[in-house]
């Protein structure tokens, strides 16, 4: 028997299912504490199991590159979690055809109020061009978003960074800002969240109520398609 007490781990840190599985067990145990708080917005399983996990990969000194390699099969998971949005959008046609109007309009004022806001502030603080560049796309899916960043010349890893952060934001303010306007319509909310913040936003619409998370799906989509058009037009006219 070695005499390492490290030994043991430094041979499951080789095994790329341990970082599954740390992944696996963290946010089941930050879902199990946010549904024991009733789903309070502060109890977002994502946002502790982000940085429980970031944590613990600092005390063991292990690199992202490793911990990716085993926690890939999640990432591989978000192109059929996304797919599987149609589901609810097709049970809920009729009433996402009867709101087709207002939603295009809410859609037309988020995505540019999303993308001039960041422009405008990032400029307001004097931060240079390349951070600027990686901020204006933050309210779209992070795929989408670091397509654009490349696009424009940026670094996609900050933009990754930023989008993941909105996400967040938007999942923790979303209800309690629709409670305190008092918007009601889950469809409204629901659009909103997906608008603003993406997929994780979505999730939580869907903790929710099924048919917010249906219209923060379709909000998401829309407006990542939105946004790979509008961002290089808003970076020409407003970016020194």
Same mark, same amino acid.
């Given at each position: 028997?070695?005499t390492?007490?490290?030994s043991?781990?430094v041979?499951?840190?080789?095994?790329?299912l =341990?970082?599954?599985?740390v992944?696996?067990?963290?946010?089941?145990?930050t879902d199990?504490?946010s549904? *024991?708080?009733?789903?309070?917005?502060?109890?977002?399983p994502?946002l502790?199991?982000m940085w429980?996990i970031?944590?613990?990969l600092?005390?063991?000194g292990?690199?992202?590159?490793?911990?990716?390699?085993?926690?890939?099969?999640v990432h591989?998971?978000l192109?059929?979690a996304?797919?599987? =949005?149609?589901?609810?959008l097709?049970?809920h *046609? *009729?009433?996402?055809?009867?709101?087709i109007?207002?939603m295009?309009?809410a859609l037309?004022?988020g995505?540019v109020?999303?993308?001039? +806001?960041?422009v405008?502030?990032?400029?307001?603080?004097?931060?240079?061009?390349?951070?600027?560049l +990686?901020?204006?796309?933050?309210?779209?899916?992070?795929?989408?978003?670091?397509?654009i +960043?490349?696009s424009l010349?940026?670094?996609?890893s900050?933009t990754a960074?930023a989008?993941?952060l909105?996400?967040?934001?938007?999942a923790?303010?979303?209800?309690?800002?629709m409670? *305190?306007?008092?918007i009601?319509?889950?469809?409204?909310?629901g659009?909103?969240?997906?608008?603003a913040?993406?997929?994780?936003g979505?999730a939580?619409?869907?903790q929710?109520?099924q048919?917010?998370?249906?219209?923060?799906?379709i909000?998401?989509?829309?407006?990542?398609l939105v946004?790979?058009?509008?961002?290089p037009?808003?970076i020409?006219?407003?970016?020194?």
């Amino acid at each position: 028997m070695t005499t390492n007490p490290f030994s043991l781990w430094v041979y499951l840190s080789q095994s790329p299912l =341990l970082w599954l599985t740390v992944t696996l067990v963290v946010y089941a145990a930050t879902d199990a504490i946010s549904l *024991r708080t009733r789903r309070h917005p502060l109890a977002n399983p994502v946002l502790h199991a982000m940085w429980i996990i970031g944590a613990f990969l600092l005390l063991t000194g292990t690199p992202y590159t490793a911990y990716f390699a085993g926690a890939q099969f999640v990432h591989f998971l978000l192109g059929p979690a996304t797919v599987a =949005l149609a589901v609810p959008l097709y049970q809920h *046609r *009729r009433l996402v055809t009867q709101a087709i109007l207002p939603m295009l309009a809410a859609l037309a004022v988020g995505s540019v109020t999303a993308i001039v +806001s960041v422009v405008w502030l990032a400029e307001a603080f004097g931060l240079p061009r390349e951070v600027v560049l +990686s901020l204006a796309p933050k309210s779209v899916t992070a795929g989408v978003a670091m397509g654009i +960043s490349e696009s424009l010349r940026a670094d996609p890893s900050l933009t990754a960074v930023a989008v993941v952060l909105t996400g967040i934001m938007g999942a923790i303010i979303v209800t309690p800002l629709m409670d *305190r306007t008092g918007i009601r319509d889950f469809r409204a909310r629901g659009f909103a969240a997906g608008l603003a913040a993406h997929g994780i936003g979505t999730a939580r619409a869907f903790q929710v109520d099924q048919l917010a998370g249906t219209f923060s799906g379709i909000a998401m989509g829309l407006n990542a398609l939105v946004t790979s058009f509008i961002v290089p037009l808003v970076i020409t006219l407003l970016v020194r």
